[in-house]
């Protein structure tokens, strides 16, 4: 057996519904009328959003939770066309700074009880306002320049204005200390910053805003904010 799974959205919000599409045959041609399929939804967070190429959301350092993984109920048998179609919704997103994406994947199982697997990328829009990192180099040399272009968006993906952005470059430097477990010796990472510049600046919905940077060696990470307490916050680490 083979199948194709598409859907009728690429992207949903939390809450809405995206019809997916199982179209099923057997390998000789015809369809694969009557089989059974199975599957499950699994949400992880991301940085990138397709709509903004480049640009990554959410905080750098933000600690990653375990991908949350639901089976999907109730699935169809697959008709005498050789095609299922079934409802995926997200109603309850991790609490996190950055992008959502939702896996879906389906098996197929023919009566031999072979599986064939496909899956399936929905994004998710993001239940508040975004704040989008770009960096406009490759690598930066020592005592050069890094620049930035940031850009807001809103819960629709529409570029926005935003005001009295706050921006911070630190330094990220790490240390190792030993310690002592028992009867053998071990060592564990100490990473601390070290605030290196800061200011405020303007972003403009039909115009990207810009932050040039002098660095010298090391490891850097650029922090951006609304003025808001409560809006986005974005970071992007870089040597």
């Avoid at 598409?6 to 997916?20: F, H, L, M, R, S």
């Avoid at 939702?102 to 993001?126: D, H, Y």
């Amino acid at each position: 057996i083979e199948f194709d799974l598409t859907a009728d959205k690429t992207e949903i919000a939390a809450g809405e519904t995206a019809n997916v599409t199982v179209d099923g045959r057997f390998l000789y041609g015809a369809p694969a009328a009557g089989l059974a399929i199975e599957g499950e939804r699994t949400l992880s967070t991301t940085r990138e959003w397709d709509r903004f190429k480049g640009f990554v959301f959410g905080l750098a350092d933000e600690q990653a939770g375990e991908p949350s993984v639901t089976p999907l109920a109730d699935l169809p048998l697959v008709g005498d066309d050789g095609k299922a179609t079934f409802p995926v919704a997200v109603d309850r997103l991790p609490s996190t700074t950055q992008l959502v994406n939702a896996k879906v994947t389906v098996r197929m199982r023919e009566t031999g009880g072979r599986a064939v697997e496909r899956s399936l990328t929905l994004n998710i829009r993001p239940q508040g306002e975004m704040i989008g990192i770009r960096p406009d180099f490759t690598e930066v040399p020592q005592g050069g320049t890094a620049k930035f272009s940031l850009i807001a968006v809103d819960q629709a993906g529409q570029r926005k204005t935003l005001a009295g952005a706050n921006w911070s470059l630190v330094k990220v430097e790490r240390n190792y200390q030993w310690y002592r477990s028992g009867n053998s010796w071990n060592y564990e990472p100490v990473t601390f910053t070290k605030a290196v510049a800061d200011g405020t600046f303007d972003i403009a919905a039909d115009k990207e805003g810009t932050v040039s940077l002098p660095v010298d060696w090391g490891r850097y990470r650029l922090e951006v904010d609304s003025p808001d307490p409560d809006g986005p916050a974005t970071s992007y680490e870089f040597d």
